[in-house]
């Protein structure tokens, strides 16, 4: 099917930078979320990330004004019924995500093809809550999703041809690429992103190294852009120990299982950059280690 318009489900992080690209790439976009708060800051990110784009000459002033007037918000689930694809980008809390596909169903009209960008939750469970399993995919965007080229493309038990083949159209028409996963816990990049990660909070832990020596010792002993334990402040601990717990829950094996540190600073709302804590406090003008 020829996918001309798209919904998009949570103006958070991930739901802003969906948008950002789909309407930067000529799709008709809603963007909806519960709180207008959040749809009027996630206007403002992708104002503000565009006209980065257009300042680096990598978009055309034109083309970001264009993509800005591609864009509409809602407050209303039902107001995506009539749309092509709908990729859903809330919590990464399974609970969460059923009760919006369960709402957002009834509404649905017979060609709308459903997605979640979840980062480790089954999309056959996912897909069984719907009317449409079979018009069900995982649509797994990298953050922050206007500058990463990688989209995880993950079937479930019934998912059809026809929807992977328009998923795969659509991820070329945004100039990205398509990495086919199978269904199962946390997919192809987390499974084995995030137990490194976990391997690192350990190695703290365990006092092996502090926060800056391990992430330095990745940075320039592995090269890796980030260190781990920065990356995952920058992911959000709640999302990885999230990720951890779909892992250990899922493949019932304990190397999986979530490093106890992870979870005290989850407990402790310390939950990287978005809450200004984290294996880093960031309030001052230089990140400083918090162990």
């Known amino acids: 099917m020829d996918i001309r318009s798209v919904g998009v489900v949570g103006a958070g992080q991930m739901g802003n930078g969906i948008a950002h690209v789909f309407a930067l790439a000529g799709f008709d976009v809603m963007m909806m979320d519960v709180n207008p708060d959040a749809l009027d800051r996630a206007l403002g990110v992708i104002r503000r990330n565009l006209d980065r784009q257009v300042s680096r000459g990598k978009v055309a002033e034109a083309e970001a004004a264009a993509a800005l007037g591609r864009i509409r918000t809602t407050y209303r689930l039902a107001d995506l019924g009539p749309l092509d694809l709908v990729i859903e980008a809330a919590t990464e809390r399974e609970t969460v995500k059923q009760a919006i596909f369960e709402d957002l169903v009834p509404h649905l009209a017979p060609h709308t093809i459903l997605t979640s960008n979840t980062s480790s939750i089954s999309i056959t469970r996912l897909a069984s809550r719907t009317d449409r ?15 990463m080229q990688l989209v995880e493309l993950i079937r479930g038990i019934a998912t059809d041809d026809a929807t992977y083949r328009a998923c795969l159209d659509v991820v070329a028409r ?7 996963a199978e269904d199962f816990p946390a997919f192809i990049v987390n499974r084995i992103l995030m137990p490194m990660i976990n391997e690192a909070v350990y190695t703290l832990y365990e006092g092996v190294g502090n926060v800056r020596s391990i992430d330095e010792s990745l940075k320039l002993g ?3 852009p980030m260190g781990p334990l920065e990356l ?6 709640d999302t990885c ?4 717990n779909v892992l250990h829950e899922g493949l019932a ?10 979870t005290k600073y989850v407990e402790a709302g310390w939950l ?5 804590r984290g294996f880093y406090d960031y309030r001052g003008e230089v990140p400083v280690p918090t162990r």
């Open 241 to 244: 120990l999230a990720i951890m």
């Open 253 to 262: 094996d304990t190397k999986y299982r979530p490093c106890p540190l992870l």
């Open 174 to 180: 945004l100039g990205k690429t398509a990495a086919s």
């Open 222 to 224: 592995a090269n890796h």
């Open 133 to 147: 399993p079979e018009k069900f995919m995982g649509f797994h965007f990298m953050n922050p999703v206007p500058v």
């Open 272 to 276: 990287g950059r978005k809450t200004q």
């Open 232 to 237: 995952a402040d920058f992911i959000g601990l």
